[in-house]
């Protein structure tokens, strides 16, 4: 089932296409299998259409996009060749998570 939005923006939240958990190995500890839980894109991303995965949310105030901009200049672990990202070399954690409807929002 194709998402109903693309990833077309920053700060949107995506889920991988077979839900949360499908990270890391059958032996792996919980920070591995989890690893894959959700994605927060940086700009626009139309690979994670191909892959099948689905947005679920977006950022929506001025502070969560500007840490998104300084998470996203933040170094990452190298790469194989022609990829262009990697997990950032400081373990990032969300300690506090607001949800509130589009309506709310406004």
Not at 50 to 58: A, P, T
């Amino acid at each position: 089932e194709q998402s109903a939005r693309l990833h077309n923006y920053a700060g949107l939240i995506s889920l991988p296409r077979d839900g949360i958990g499908y990270g890391g190995g059958l032996l792996g500890n919980d920070d591995e299998a989890f690893s894959s839980a959700f994605q927060i894109t940086a700009s626009e991303a139309p690979d994670m259409d191909k892959e099948g995965r689905k947005v679920i949310g977006q950022l929506i105030d001025v502070n969560s996009m500007n840490l998104l901009a300084r998470l996203a200049g933040s170094p990452t672990r190298k790469m194989l060749p022609g990829q262009n990202g990697g997990s950032p070399l400081i373990k990032v954690s969300v300690d506090e998570c607001i949800v509130s409807s589009a309506k709310e929002a406004t």
